[in-house]
């Protein structure tokens, strides 16, 4: 059978989020799309005008003749239309049992429209949030789940372990609210965070994002991913698809993850192939304190002669003009013995030699970026530390 993912969540009749939002993510990363709507609302892409709960036991009943007939992989649940339907929720989890449960807290609308009155809230915390696997709190909501304040990485820290305390399994607390780039913080019991580091997309058609966030990482929990890595997973691809906006009205558009995987780099690219087979055997790097006076050149031919399969320049001593002159030098040496040639950290270089890819540190600009401006042909490598850092660049690395 299809791996599946159930929404609960409120329509959004402009389609920018809510369950609109969640079935095109789901949709978009291969997995079946059930769903339940908690809610119908009056809006477009100016803002909210109107929400109409559903009745609880008509949620319910959605709920249970889904579950009656399929277990899901996965489920998240956005806007919850009050307290009853809280209860109505908690009452078939309990029964249940669900795994994999995702809770987008959407307490209010970005316009400041009330979503969740504050009995809701209180069960949402007291009895809802110990059946989920995963909680994503902006800064706001996390304030009013809390009532901490939250200024910096410190406040989002501290009001991640009350929520854990509270009964959280694990919080994502987002930070996207805060200035600076967006970084996101994972939080787990017996762990220390995780910091999920972001660039900020200058674009103000942002509605939608959470919901995008949180099917993306119900999907990629359902598909078999450590939470640490689906959540990883799913902040990239929100930052990809905020680049790939739908425009429909006269407001907000919303990031569309469907545009922004059909725009990622081919992995068929014949010459990435050929490049890929190549990379074997003895990986040589220039080093000028190492080199005893040998020039760069001098270094390539002996190493080539001596079977190096893949030749890099890396020199932090010269000059712009005179890299490209020697990186010039390099990759007319490298390939006319047919093997590969990369440039370290510099992606002018790389490109201005022609080059057949670049080594990226942790201080030189990010993979995607990189990967944007080489195309697909050319390979990425990236030093990486941990688990998180690795995940996060895979989609453009190699």
Request: net charge neutral; with cysteine.
């Amino acid at each position: 059978m299809s791996l599946c993912v159930l929404t609960i969540a409120g329509s959004d009749p402009g389609g920018g989020a809510g369950v609109q939002a969640d079935i095109r993510t789901l949709t978009a990363l291969g997995v079946c799309v059930l769903s339940a709507i908690t809610a119908i609302t009056a809006q477009n892409s100016l803002g909210v005008f109107g929400v109409y709960p559903v009745e609880p036991d008509i949620l319910a009943a959605q709920i249970n003749r889904l579950l009656d007939d399929a277990r899901p992989d996965a489920i998240k649940i956005g806007m919850l239309g009050g307290a009853k339907q809280v209860e109505a929720i908690v009452e078939i989890f309990e029964k249940r049992r669900p795994s994999n449960v995702v809770l987008d807290p959407v307490l209010a609308s970005t316009g400041g429209v009330p979503l969740l009155d504050a009995s809701g809230r209180y069960l949402l915390i007291t009895s809802l949030i110990k059946h989920c696997a995963l909680i994503t709190p902006n800064i706001s909501e996390a304030e009013m789940l809390t009532g901490l304040p939250i200024k910096d990485e410190a406040g989002m820290t501290n009001a991640g372990r009350q929520l854990l305390s509270m009964g959280a399994q694990a919080v994502l607390v987002k930070g996207g609210h805060l200035p600076g780039d967006p970084s996101d913080l994972l939080i787990q019991r017996g762990k220390e965070p995780i910091r999920l580091a972001g660039h900020r997309v200058r674009t103000t058609h942002t509605h939608g994002t959470g919901c995008l966030l949180s099917s993306a990482i119900a999907a990629r929990l359902a598909q078999g991913l450590p939470l640490n890595e689906a959540a990883v997973s799913a902040k990239n691809l929100v930052s990809e698809s905020l680049m790939h906006p739908t425009i429909c009205g006269q407001g907000r558009g919303y990031p569309n993850a469907a545009d922004a995987i059909a725009a990622k780099p081919s992995d068929t690219s014949l010459l990435h192939q050929a490049r890929l087979k190549k990379f074997k055997g003895l990986y040589v790097i220039t080093d000028p304190v190492l080199q005893a006076g040998r020039s760069n050149e001098e270094v390539a031919l002996k190493a080539l002669a001596g079977g190096a399969q893949i030749f890099q320049l890396r020199d932090k001593t010269l000059s712009t003009p005179a890299l490209v002159e020697q990186a010039r030098q390099l990759s007319d040496i490298v390939h006319r013995s047919e093997k590969l040639f990369i440039v370290n950290d510099r992606v002018d270089i790389a490109l201005a030699s022609d080059a057949d890819g670049v080594h990226l540190g942790p201080d030189d600009m990010s993979p995607a970026d990189v990967r944007k401006l080489l195309g697909p042909d050319k390979l990425v490598g990236v030093s990486t530390g941990t688990v998180e850092e690795a995940s996060a660049a895979a989609p453009y690395a190699s």
